[in-house]
């Protein structure tokens, strides 16, 4: 029994090593294969859909971006973020998150066409379809010059999605940093919208700092699966 009860110690301190000397100095970025896309991607892309339905005046398009919206189960969660904003959840517009609200927009867009009519109330009797994504909404009201930075626990070797979604108002610059400074997803270009995916390399936190550098108020969405 002893010999057991030693050989059990031994085994466990042979698995801890590797972890108590793992270097967490450099970049948290596993070299892993990209991951399967999800709920956040799927959210991205009803959020382009539904841009391009509205400015081309197509119900089925944004009958398209609504049917996506609707295969994603949204889940608020609070996360802890250093603000400069002025505004709250309630306030937040510009955006659909839910797949009412488009279909609300594809009818209105349908006028007297039975036929785009008949699809739209097919979508919402049928309900989801495929596998239910699951996302976390953090949504804020960023006033122009502000800076959000908001911190994300992201668990080593597990695929992760992020995507920062504004309401077109004015432009936002993105910069996703490990806890170490070192950046894994940056967008400065002239957009409001950014999407990444990556696996970190071990358990920890991501900074997402959103700036705002336009001259009006931007709504925006920040994702995370």
């Known amino acids: 029994m002893r010999n057991a009860v030693l050989a059990g110690i031994a085994a466990a301190a042979l698995l801890a090593a590797p972890l108590q000397a793992q270097d967490r100095s450099g970049i948290n970025l596993a070299k892993a294969e990209p991951g399967v896309r999800g709920g956040v991607a799927m959210l991205a892309l009803a959020q382009d859909l539904y841009g391009v339905g509205l400015a081309q005046n197509d119900a089925l398009t944004v009958l398209a971006a609504g049917r996506l919206v609707q295969s994603v189960l949204l889940r608020d969660v609070e996360q802890k973020k250093t603000t400069g904003s002025a505004g709250s959840a309630a306030q937040v517009s510009g955006l659909p998150m839910d797949a009412d609200a488009m279909f609300a927009a594809a009818r209105g867009l349908a006028g007297e066409d039975e036929t785009v009519i008949g699809l739209i109330e097919a979508a919402k009797v049928e309900g989801a379809f495929g596998p239910v994504g699951v996302a976390r909404v953090t949504p804020s009201l960023l006033p122009a010059g502000a800076v ?78």
Not at 175 to 180: A, K, L, M, P
Not at 190 to 213: A, H, I, K, M, Q
């Open 148 to 225: 959000d930075t908001s911190e994300i626990p992201l668990f080593g070797g597990s695929y992760a999605e992020l995507a920062v979604l504004g309401d077109g108002g004015a432009d936002l610059d993105v910069r996703v940093t490990d806890e170490n400074g070192n950046t894994v997803c940056m967008d400065v270009s002239w957009s409001d919208r950014v999407y990444c995916d990556f696996t970190p390399e071990w358990n920890g936190y991501f900074l997402v700092r959103v700036e705002n550098v336009g001259d009006r108020d931007n709504s925006y969405h920040l994702l995370t699966n």
